[in-house]
């Protein structure tokens, strides 16, 4: 197997892409897509791998920068790594790669190079920067059969054929094959437009080897980090003293408190950037007259952290009030059952029972002030959010 490292997608293929697979990132065009490509053969790396990085679309130095912007460092690699300059000829500039197709516009000068390394080089990951871009070059009817040719090689040979894929238009044909039998898996990478994308998404359009889950999943790419899973929000809410904004505070790699006369009138805002995630945690003021905002931020999030004092039962009435109301938009909530570390806290089974919460709400020990157990109640909330575990 080898691990895509895209947070989440590797879960969705089983473990990762099987030796003697093939797998195409679909691109709609617009989206930052090709990074999923290089995230690969930086997770392949990371592994001990070996990755063979086909570049087509600009010259190989550049995208040893891009590697650096994403926080990825290849020199440690250099046995590990090679390159196929197929753009450098095409600007007749001289390369200093160790693979070079000196006619990027003839597919027969692909043929021998790929062939050859897939013949010679130890299984790896063969990653094709963009394929369109080949396409462009070579011919569409061309690079097909050139592609049959390599997956079918590649097979033999136990590499990894990984591909990104710009879907301009291109026939109907084409579109049709690689979405359909060119592929062992295909992962469509899209985006929510308005006039401008505003959101990127991706997700299993087809694998033979896993069981295709149909969840999508928002991504943003950040420079450093590379591919984030994005949750856009999630609500931090419970009465006043609970301990809301700590466990903010907690969670967060940055936050930002507006407090008055030593309790929170506005709100928390933090950001949280964990295993691959990215979300934006938002706290909310625990007083009643502040209800309409609960409502207000309910209404675009994600999921909710109810946070209860576990020493103060007689404040649970209050939580399940503000529980109601976020829960009246279904969003998925883990019970953070915070301040275990004081004396005369109740335990998570005796705060359900009192709550009366059903067996599939999770409510999680945790002591804030000590960051103990904050990232276990993320992770649980995040997983009901995805529908993961
Ligand atoms: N013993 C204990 N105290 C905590 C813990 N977390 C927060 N506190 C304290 O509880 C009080 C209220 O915390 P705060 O985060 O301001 O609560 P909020 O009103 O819900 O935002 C503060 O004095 C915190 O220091 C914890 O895990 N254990
Ligand atoms: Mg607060």
């Known amino acids: 197997m080898v691990e895509t490292g895209i947070p989440k997608l590797d879960d969705f293929l089983d473990g990762g892409i099987p030796k003697g697979k093939s797998l195409v990132y679909y691109i709609q065009p617009g989206v930052e897509g090709e990074i999923f490509g290089m995230q690969t053969i930086h997770s392949t790396l990371k592994s001990g791998g070996t990755a063979i990085f086909v570049v087509s679309s600009t010259i190989p130095d550049i995208v040893k920068g891009q590697f650096k912007e994403y926080g990825w460092d290849i020199d440690p690699y250099k046995d590990k790594l090679f390159f196929v300059d197929s753009y450098n000829p095409l600007i007749g500039a001289p390369s200093n790669e160790k693979y070079v197709v000196q006619k990027p516009d003839n597919i027969n000068d692909f043929n021998k190079i790929i062939l050859d390394i897939i013949k010679e080089t130890p299984p790896g990951t063969i990653v094709f920067g963009s394929l369109s871009t080949i396409m462009d070059l070579c011919g569409e009817k061309e690079t097909i059969e050139a592609v049959k040719t390599w997956n079918k090689m590649a097979m033999v040979h136990d ?36 006039r401008v994308i505003f959101g990127q998404y991706f997700g299993v359009l087809k694998s033979d080897w896993a069981e295709i889950t149909k969840k999508s999943m928002l991504f943003r790419v950040l420079r450093p980090g590379g591919v984030k899973l994005f949750i856009p929000k999630i609500l931090v809410t419970g009465p006043f003293d609970a301990g809301k904004s700590t466990f903010v505070h907690a969670l967060s790699t940055r936050a930002i408190s507006v ?88 335990k998570p089974e005796e705060i359900r029972n009192q709550f009366n919460l059903p067996q599939d709400v999770p409510v999680v020990p945790v002591v804030a002030k000590d960051k103990i157990g904050v990232f276990e109640a993320f992770e649980i909330l995040i997983d009901k959010i995805t529908g993961g575990a």
């Open 159 to 194: 590499h990894v054929m990984v591909y990104n894929f710009t879907a301009w238009p291109y026939s109907r044909e084409t579109l049709e094959l690689i979405q359909g039998d060119l592929f062992n898996a295909v992962i469509s990478i899209g985006g929510i437009a308005e």
């Open 259 to 346: 407090d008055r006369l030593g309790t929170t009138i506005a709100m928390d805002h933090g950001h949280v950037d964990y295993k691959g995630f990215s979300a934006d945690i938002f706290g909310t003021p625990g007083q009643e007259r502040f209800d309409p905002i609960i409502k207000l931020l309910s209404g675009e999030s994600m999921g909710v952290f109810l946070v209860v004092d576990s020493t103060n039962p007689a404040d649970f009435v209050r939580a399940k009030h503000m529980l109601e109301i976020t829960k009246s938009y279904g969003l998925p909530y883990v019970v953070v059952a915070n301040k275990q570390d004081s004396s005369g806290a109740l």
